[in-house]
Antibody
Framework: EVQLVETGGGLVQPGRSLKLSCVASGFTFSSYWMYWIRQAPGKGLEWVSSINTDGGSTYYPDSVKGRFTISRDNAENTVYLQMNSLRSEDTATYYC?????????????WGQGTLVTVSS | DIQMTQSPASLSASLGETVTIECRASEDIYSNLAWYQQKPGNSPQLLIYDANSLADGVPSRFSGSGSGTQYSLKINSLQSEDVASYFCQQYNNYPFTFGSGTKLEIK
């Protein structure tokens, strides 16, 4: 059974940093791209980052580019999201996700999410 | 960036009815489109990928169609467990973008 478990969320002051982790199990982690998606309270979904299988290619929207960094450790079956210079608008539940062989670019499996609150 | 315009924003229908949710892309996305269902308090769930392919375990009353810039999600024989928000998402180009969502309620 595929499982994605995010940790690392919490309350952080504006301008500070936070690192999220997502531990994966139930599939061959090193064979799949991994993704982070966020959802502000009561709002819609926003794609945050993608990383390819070996970590050599990463993608971000302009809203987080230069502040967030996605990385992965295939030996530990873990994907990370380093978030720097946090802003109030980064307040959201952050989900990690993966596709499937048939649906490589869709988010077929999601974690339960971890809440990040940026506030003084 | 590709803009995804989703309609309606909210929808109220009776049990057993058929409902349709639309999504329009600002440019051709070549069927690189997914639909998600999110029930209150839960993570989103993939329903449809590649515009018309049913994800594993999804009931056959859900279907997707469309091409180019126009796509739709149809739910046949609406059931109480279908109360949720629904989102479309394009993955033709980075940045991946979502529609703003449709909140479906039962009359």
């Amino acid at each position: 059974e595929v499982q994605l478990v995010e940790t690392g969320g919490g309350l952080v002051q504006p301008g500070r940093s936070l690192k999220l982790s997502c531990v994966a199990s139930g599939f061959t982690f090193s064979s799949y791209w991994m993704y982070w998606i966020r959802q502000a309270p009561g709002k819609g979904l926003e794609w945050v980052s993608s990383i390819n299988t070996d970590g050599g290619s990463t993608y971000y929207p302009d809203s987080v580019k230069g502040r967030f960094t996605i990385s992965r450790d295939n030996a530990e079956n873990t994907v990370y999201l380093q978030m720097n210079s946090l802003r109030s608008e980064d307040t959201a539940t952050y989900y990690c996700a993966k596709g499937t062989i048939a649906a490589r670019w869709a988010f077929a499996y999601w974690g339960q999410g971890t809440l990040v609150t940026v506030s003084s | 960036d590709i803009q995804m315009t989703q309609s309606p924003a909210s929808l109220s229908a009776s049990l057993g009815e058929t409902v349709t949710i639309e999504c329009r892309a600002s440019e051709d996305i070549y069927s690189n489109l997914a639909w998600y269902q999110q029930k209150p308090g839960n993570s989103p769930q993939l329903l449809i990928y590649d515009a018309n392919s049913l994800a594993d375990g999804v009931p056959s009353r859900f279907s997707g169609s469309g091409s180019g810039t126009q796509y739709s999600l149809k739910i046949n024989s609406l059931q109480s467990e279908d109360v949720a928000s629904y989102f479309c998402q394009q993955y033709n180009n980075y940045p991946f973008t979502f529609g703003s969502g449709t909140k479906l309620e039962i009359k």
